[in-house]
């Protein structure tokens, strides 16, 4: 990928063609002057995307952050849908912010999903709260991001793009010799000719094959994928390029070259995984053996994990059951050190779930297992959590408490509101009303991109565990959500405003 010329220098020559925003009388945004073709041309260095969202893109680039909720209210009123602004949004991120790291400022992309399902699961007066809120944050990242790099996504150098015939080869050696400019070429034309599932799996093995940015690559690759079910096909190539683009994100020298850390688990699980026996996939669900992973990855190393996952495949046990340990190790880290480095032991977990459920290949499957586990062990390292409460054997409070008495007060005394949530959850048997008050509390409080990152991944992954587990996996979700003595977010009351 090429040099990325000045963002500033381009939005002021866009700013010179005139209005920019009208498309007549009638159209998507009335009363502005018109467009005509010439002054809707980009310079040819930067992507551009399909006519028909380009407008709205721009629209959310060029306005300033104090008034683009406004702006955006105003065409909503005016008929611009749903799916029109989730797609600006995050085709904006993804011109505008640099996926390197994956992760900081390039949240603004990443939690794009989040936000979409925060705003699915919400009632009809309170839907684009998220979406509102992800359209404001994408304006503090791109401002972040221009006063670092002011990268821009560029167009790709069509002299350089592959035919079919040669273009999954080559994009699989640039992967794996971590050849930036080649692979940019090589996924523009693969994303040309390749169906979604070749696709998918090749996204899935490259976004989990290393542990670099705490999991955020494979966090990409699942919201990248999930938002464009949404958004549409027609948008692949450049989300792709982006994508791909920041997979190959390294410190250092060329890994293809070095024996890195954040490499090994990948290498060894690329030749271990042949050891899974066949039918692998069917098996017998059992607690006790949820319970001897459970115990390998709080004490092992990732050598450890990989081995367990792998002798108890062959024993004869059911994914299932590795699954429920993952996710309860996970959230048990979060219970233990609430901070960043657990949280994304939770969203990574999420995410390499999301593509083990969804690749069709069977050793991509495998892979994606082992090192889920491997990773797990590597973010209790890296997040120095030792010993403490545990999410199998912790007490629920006494008394009746209600939901009022869980979201009061869960700031102030974590460990005690997981207690009372698995109270309630085990004597009313609905966790129906207590995911919609978390998710609630998160559009309504939230400030941060972690706040919907996390909730959506523990609410979704909630119903991947076997039922017996649960309530305790929902109890532990409290060490990060927040509660009702904390302040709405400042954008609530203006995007009610805006949207009149």
Not at 11 to 37: E, N, Q
Not at 322 to 347: G, K, V
Request: one cysteine or more; aromatic letters at 10%; charged letters at 25%.
């Amino acid at each position: 990928m090429r040099t990325p010329s000045n963002r500033r220098q381009f939005l002021k020559s866009c700013a010179a063609t005139g209005a920019l925003w009208g498309l007549g009388d009638g159209g998507l945004f009335p009363h502005i002057p018109s467009l005509h073709a010439a002054e809707s041309e980009i310079q040819p260095n930067f992507v551009r995307f399909s006519s028909d969202i380009e407008p709205l893109i721009r629209l959310l680039e060029e306005t300033s952050r104090n008034r683009l909720l406004e702006e955006v209210a105003h065409r909503i009123k005016r008929g611009t849908t749903y799916r029109e602004v989730l797609s600006a949004l995050f085709l904006a991120g993804v011109r505008n912010i640099q996926p390197r790291p994956v992760g900081f400022k390039f949240h603004a992309v990443l939690v794009v999903n989040s936000a979409h399902l925060a705003s699915l699961n919400s009632p009809d007066s309170d839907r684009w709260l998220p979406i509102f809120w992800a359209l404001d944050y994408f304006k503090s990242s791109q401002a972040r991001d221009a006063s670092q790099s002011d990268w821009t996504l560029q167009s790709v150098d069509e002299r350089l793009v592959p035919p079919t015939s040669k273009a999954s080869t080559m994009f699989s050696e640039a992967m794996d010799h971590w050849d930036e400019a080649k692979a940019d070429v090589a996924i523009a034309g693969l994303a040309r000719t390749a169906g979604t599932e070749e696709l998918f799996d090749i996204f899935c093995r490259y976004g989990a094959r290393d542990f670099r940015d705490i999991g955020h690559k494979a966090i990409y690759v699942a919201n990248g994928w999930r938002t464009l079910q949404t958004i549409g096909w027609q948008h692949a190539e450049p989300v792709l390029r982006s994508l791909a683009y920041g997979l190959l994100q390294r410190d250092g020298g060329n890994p293809a070259d070095n024996d890195y850390e954040a490499d090994r688990p990948g290498r060894s699980n690329l030749q271990a995984l042949k050891e899974i026996r066949a039918g692998w996939r069917h098996g017998e669900t059992k607690p006790k053996a949820t319970q001897e992973l459970l115990n390998v990855l709080r004490q092992g190393n990732w050598q450890d994990a990989s081995r367990n996952v792998i002798d108890l495949l062959n024993g004869g046990i059911d994914p299932q059951s590795l699954w429920d340990a993952i996710f309860q190790h996970a959230a048990e880290m979060m219970m233990r050190r609430p901070a960043i480095i657990s949280l994304h032991a939770c969203t990574t977990s999420n995410a390499l779930h999301y593509l083990y459920r969804h690749t069709n290949n069977d050793e991509t499957r495998r892979f994606l297992l082992l090192q889920n586990a491997a990773f797990l062990t590597m973010f209790r390292r890296a997040g120095g959590i030792g010993e403490g409460i545990t999410i199998d054997t912790f007490s629920p409070a006494e008394g009746t408490p209600s939901l009022e008495d869980i979201f009061t007060g869960v700031s102030n005394n974590r460990i005690l509101a997981a207690q009372k949530t698995l109270a309630f959850l085990e004597q009313t048997k609905d966790p129906k009303s207590f995911i919609a008050a978390a998710q609630r509390m998160i559009y309504l409080k939230g400030n941060d991109s972690h706040d919907y990152k996390f909730s959506s991944a523990m609410l979704e992954d909630y119903q991947h565990l076997s039922p017996e587990l649960r309530a305790r996996f929902l109890s532990a979700s409290v060490f990060w959500l927040d509660g009702t003595e904390k302040p709405d977010n400042r954008l609530v009351a203006r995007t009610r405003a805006a949207l009149g």
